[in-house]
């Protein structure tokens, strides 16, 4: 992994055992839950210094996390929960958090439990992560529970915060939040209805607030007020890992200032592989709109200049395609699976979802029609904005970036049978 400055999520990577609590601790770690053990300060004081400084979630969709601790009302029992679900194609941020700096997500987690007021937090993790990532994390909370850093009325402080690990059964679903805190539970993962919304009536019908990996490690830094913090733009503030995969020399999570040149992440990861042209790039996550190279190397990577040139920052994922990638078989493969991952409850998502694979798996078979396109056009309008929850628009999002962007190529496809790529 190419190390940076900046740092703030893998700041211990330098140390030879950076998962360690020593590491952790050569790094500041744990200085700001000390000085919360010994001050108790109250808890609205730091909800407003997350505000302040501008953090957004990691997860997904941005949402301030000053504003949504803010929604937790006081009452005795509520929880803190962090979705380690990572399941975006793409994204591999959250476990390189969790196999080498854990104590930054842990001590993030007992901050943001008593800033919410919660006694007790979860962290669910992806079946897949069952190895060394859960390993790691594991054996990071039992030295912090051994180091009296959790557990009741820790240090004599009269606060008490219990953190627990668990695992999913891999499905791509539990990492929306609702889905999360029914598998929680013990039930199927199947999104439920907002509102309510978690801070209201989250894990077991009491408040709770559901927060990113990246989102939470990154507290500690924030409050220590590390000068990683000190960067980005006004909006997208601190650093963001971004997980750059496909046709680059090097692939890796980066963690840079948010705000870097698109052109500047990927000289950083070697440039396009075997001196070929860059052709487009999903720059963050397979359910974001993906974008054509002009476009790009003019981009910063933040979240408002994604969202002016028709796309997002979503998981920080950025997936980059040479001149020889098949867009529409691009498409085809993304589409398989927001099909074979959706739940099933709503019907735009259950059958339209089908009907995307099924329609995009004809015409890469040589076998498209005319109207095809139609369908392409029509159905994810009828998907976005019309379902339970935002799987649908994860759908649609590919389908109508692919289409603003590299139409040529679907009707290429529909009149010759075959792509106008030629196989690398
Ligand atoms: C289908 C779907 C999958 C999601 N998967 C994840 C995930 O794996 N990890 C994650 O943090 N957020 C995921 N989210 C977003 C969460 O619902 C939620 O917004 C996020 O965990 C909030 O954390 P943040 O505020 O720190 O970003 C997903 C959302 C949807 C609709
Ligand atoms: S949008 Fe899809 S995944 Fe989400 S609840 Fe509806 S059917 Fe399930």
Not at 281 to 310: R, W, Y
Request: aromatic share 10%; net charge negative.
């Amino acid at each position: 992994m190419i190390q940076h400055h900046n740092q703030m999520c893998f700041a211990t990577l330098e140390h030879p055992e950076p998962w360690s609590l020593k590491a952790y601790e050569s790094v500041g770690g744990y200085r700001v839950w000390k000085k919360i053990l010994a001050k108790r300060p109250p808890r609205r004081d730091l909800i407003e210094q997350i505000k302040s400084s501008g953090l957004r979630g990691r997860g997904g969709a941005g949402f301030p996390t000053g504003v949504k601790w803010g929604f937790m009302p006081d009452c005795d029992e509520s929880y803190l929960v962090c979705n380690a679900d990572e399941s975006e194609p793409g994204t591999c941020k959250d476990r390189d958090i969790l196999r080498f700096n854990p104590h930054a997500l842990i001590e993030g987690m007992a901050i943001a439990c008593y800033a919410i007021g919660a006694g007790t937090g979860y962290a669910y993790l992806r079946e897949e992560f069952g190895d060394e990532p859960y390993r790691r994390f594991r054996e990071a909370l039992r030295e912090a529970y051994g180091n009296g850093m959790l557990g009741p009325d820790i240090q004599g402080s009269g606060i008490t915060v219990y953190l627990h690990d668990t695992l999913g059964a891999g499905a791509y679903i539990c990492g929306e939040e609702t889905a999360l805190l029914e598998s929680l539970e013990g039930k199927k993962g199947f999104p439920r209805f907002k509102p309510p919304f978690p801070a209201n009536y989250g894990l077991w019908g009491r408040p709770t607030t559901v927060n990113n990996v990246e989102t939470l490690a990154l507290v500690p830094g924030i409050l220590r007020e590390e000068p990683g913090w000190q960067v980005g733009t006004e909006k997208s503030r601190g650093t963001r890992c971004f997980s750059v995969s496909g046709h680059v020399s090097r692939p890796g999570n980066h963690e840079l200032p948010l705000g870097i040149p698109f052109a500047d992440l990927l000289e950083l990861c070697g440039g396009v592989w075997k001196n070929r042209e860059l052709k487009a790039v999903i720059p963050g996550g397979s359910s974001v709109p993906v974008l054509p190279a002009k476009t790009m190397m003019e981009l910063d990577m933040d979240f408002e200049s994604l969202a002016e040139a028709g796309s997002l920052l979503g998981s920080g994922a950025v997936v980059v395609m040479d001149e020889t990638t098949d867009m529409v078989r691009v498409l085809q493969r993304i589409s398989r699976f927001y099909f074979q991952e959706s739940c099933g409850q709503c019907t735009p998502c259950r059958e339209g979802t089908g009907w995307l694979y099924r329609v995009l798996t004809r015409i890469v078979e040589g076998r498209g029609e005319e109207q095809d396109l139609e369908i392409l056009e029509k159905v994810p309008g009828r998907i976005e904005g019309h379902t339970i929850c935002a799987l649908g628009d994860a759908a649609a999002w590919p389908v109508q970036g692919m289409l603003r962007h590299f139409r040529d190529e679907f009707e290429h496809y529909i009149r010759y049978g075959k792509s106008p790529v030629s196989p690398a």
